[in-house]
């Protein structure tokens, strides 16, 4: 089902069966999408295959590369900037630098039965009003039932990464940190550069990503580089030389010693691995 605006809005929450799987990776501009799995899936995302379970949900953003290795049933929410801006409307919703725009790690959430029923209620609702004769509320009535499920999943994935541990403010940092990161990962490699953005000490977010207990502010920056260097070894046909000066590096040499450093192979030899289709399993789970 396709919801089309008056403007150029356009929302689309479809039934996802292996007749119809190629439309979870249609390149698409200034789209967002939800995944909900709903059977044992398989996908490759940015030239990694990951293995999904029922009830497992991701959140992708038009720069994923997406490829259906199995998909026997799932559903598919997506929408364009026009329909939404989960960027200008955050205030709403919550989710930039959670679900979307600052995550270097794919955000994937595991849904209890109280997650399940509460989804599943407002996408009954969703596809009930999908099929109403449209009128002049119609926009305004889905993109209310968007933004209910969008605040849903950030709870649920904020208390899966424990965010939930800190305040309000501690919060909006650190989802602004990741938000800033998706900006200028290219040209901005270090925590302070990122804590003069952000009018903090290094030692500040040091110490609130402590609490977390999760990586430090540095490697988040780094993952971010790493994943579009990823990216762009497998789905372009540039140079590593270009590649690595495109990221943000000076030679070559400082390229390759980084992405070896982090990735435990030259960019070259990822390069042939992908070819040879040899890229690891990351078996759907977060690092």
Known sequence: ????????????????????????????????????????????????????????????????????????????IRFNRAFFCVLDHDSQVGCKGILFFGSSQLPILHLSGTDRAKLGALCEVFAIEMKEEADQLQLEMLQMLLKRFLILCTRIYKSQVNLDVLDSSQSDLVREYNYLI???????????????????????LSN?????????PLAFIQDRIMLEAKRLIGYTDKSIKEIGYELGFEDIQGFSRFFKKNEGCAPSEFKEKIRLGKIANSTGKEA
């Open 1 to 76: 089902m396709v919801f089309s605006g008056p403007s150029s809005e356009k929302l689309i929450f479809e039934k996802i069966s292996p007749s119809n799987s190629s439309l979870l990776q249609a390149q698409l501009s200034a789209e967002l999408s939800l995944i909900w799995i709903l059977e044992p899936s398989q996908i490759r995302i940015d030239g990694q295959p990951i293995d999904l379970r029922p009830d497992q949900l991701i959140c992708l953003t038009e720069f994923h590369k997406i490829e259906v290795l199995s998909v026997p049933s799932a559903l598919l």
């Open 182 to 204: 998706e900006v200028h990962f290219r040209q901005k490699h270090t925590v302070a550069e990122y804590a003069d953005l952000l009018a903090k000490s290094p030692k500040t």
């Open 208 to 216: 609130l990503f402590s609490k977390l207990g999760k990586k430090s």
